[in-house]
C-alpha cells in the first residue's frame, strides 16, 4: 500500500500558498527566499499538525475510536489542532499538558478550551509520559481511546509530510534547501521519505528549536527511524541513517520556548518587511538560523531557498510579555 491509500481524514485546505518572500530576500541581500504557508492550512488558525493529523484520525476513524487523546507542553500548537480536529470529528479529546493551570488562559489553552477539550494538567511532563495510563484508565471505563503520538509523529504522522512535499512539488521546483524547524521529527521524516521517492536533490535543513533533544546523534536517529517506518508503513523500499539527517543544532537559543534577541529579531524583521507573522516557539527559531545562515554567506545569491512556515501563531498571544521586553 502506498501512502496515497491511507486512510485519511480530511481535515485542512490544501495547496497551502508557495511565495517570494521578496522584502526580506532584499532586506538580507542573499539568495532569493520563497515560503511555504503551512499556517495557513485552514484548521484552528493552521498548522503542520493538521498535515499528521489527516492521516492519524483517518486511522482512528477506520478503528471506530470514540475518544482521541494526545499531549504536548501548555502551548502545544499540536493540542490545539488536535482538539479542534477531534471537534470536527465529533470525538471528546483529552490533552495532557506540560505545567499546571494558568491563572488566565492564554494563546493555545485558550483555543483548546474553545475546542471543548478536557485539560489535564501534568507538571513537569510536556512530553506525554502519562499517555499510556490515561488511555488504561478510559479503557476500563469502557471507552476506545486512539492515542495520538507526542507531536503527532510516528509513521502515519510522518506521511503527511510525504504528502507534503509531493503537494509543493506541484508548485515550484529548482529549490537548493527546505529550512524548517524541527521537534518532535515526523515534519522530517516525512520529508525525507519524499525526497528519496522523487529522487529530489534538495537539502532539507531541520533546525532544532529543543536542547531536550540533546545530542544531536539522538535526535537523528529518531528522525531516520521515524523516516524507515513511514517506509515501512507504505511498504516502500527504502532506508535512511542518522547521517543522512541534516539537522542544525547551531539555533537552539536559551531552550525550547524562551525567546532570545535572535528570535525576537527574527519576529520583528518578518512582520516589518513582510506582514506576516511567526511563532515565538519553532518558526522564529527556524527563521533566526536561516537569517543567520544568510548573512553567514552559507547560500549564493543564485540560489532558492524555502522555508516551511509549519504554523504556531496564536502562542504569539501567549509571549506578549517577552516579545515587547
Ligand atoms: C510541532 C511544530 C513544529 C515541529 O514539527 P515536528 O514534526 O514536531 O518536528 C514546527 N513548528 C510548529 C509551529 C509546530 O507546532
Known amino acids: 500500500m502506498n501512502w496515497q491509500h491511507q486512510p485519511r481524514q480530511s481535515l485542512g485546505f490544501f ?26 492550512s485552514g484548521l484552528a488558525l493552521g498548522g503542520n499538525k493538521v498535515r499528521k493529523l489527516e492521516f492519524l484520525l483517518g486511522d482512528a476513524m477506520q478503528q471506530k475510536a470514540d475518544c482521541i487523546i494526545t499531549a504536548g507542553a501548555a502551548q502545544s500548537n499540536h493540542c490545539r489542532q488536535t482538539a479542534a480536529a477531534a471537534a470536527k470529528l465529533n470525538l471528546p479529546c483529552y490533552l495532557l499538558l506540560g505545567g499546571s493551570a494558568p491563572t488566565l488562559a492564554q494563546g493555545n489553552v485558550l483555543l483548546d478550551k474553545l475546542f471543548g477539550a478536557t485539560i489535564i494538567w501534568a507538571g513537569q511532563q510536556r512530553k506525554g509520559e502519562g499517555i499510556e495510563e490515561l488511555a488504561q484508565q478510559l479503557m476500563q471505563k469502557g471507552m476506545n481511546p486512539y492515542v495520538v503520538p507526542y507531536g503527532g509523529s510516528d509513521a502515519l504522522g510522518s506521511l503527511g509530510f510525504t504528502a507534503a512535499l509531493h503537494e509543493l512539488q506541484q508548485q515550484i521546483d529548482e529549490l537548493d534547501e527546505i529550512v524548517f524547524a524541527s521537534s518532535s521529527g515526523a515534519t522530517h521524516a516525512g520529508l525525507m521519505l519524499a525526497k528519496a521517492e522523487l529522487g529530489l536533490e534538495v537539502n532539507l535543513r531541520g533546525i532544532n528549536i529543543d536542547k531536550l533533544n540533546h545530542g544531536q546523534q539522538s535526535f537523528n536517529q529518531t528522525i531516520a527511524d521515524l523516516a524507515n517506518s513511514a517506509a515501512k508503513q507504505v511498504a516502500l523500499d527504502k532506508s535512511f541513517t542518522a547521517s543522512e539527517v541534516c539537522l542544525d543544532d547551531n539555533y537552539l537559543g536559551e531552550g525550547y520556548g524562551i525567546i532570545g534577541d535572535a528570535e525576537r529579531e527574527a519576529i520583528m524583521l518578518l512582520a516589518e518587511t513582510e506582514g506576516i507573522l511567526l511563532d515565538p516557539v519553532y518558526t522564529a527559531k527556524a527563521m533566526a538560523g536561516l537569517i543567520s545562515r544568510v548573512r553567514q554567506g552559507a547560500y549564493r545569491s543564485d540560489q532558492n531557498i524555502l522555508f516551511w512556515h509549519t504554523g504556531g501563531t496564536p502562542a504569539l498571544f501567549a509571549y506578549a510579555d517577552d516579545l515587547l521586553s
Do not use: E, M
Not at 16 to 38: C, M
Open 15 to 40: 495547496p497551502t500558498p508557495v511565495h517570494p518572500l521578496s522584502n526580506l530576500s532584499a532586506h538580507l541581500a542573499g539568495p532569493q527566499i520563497y515560503i511555504k504557508r503551512d499556517d495557513l
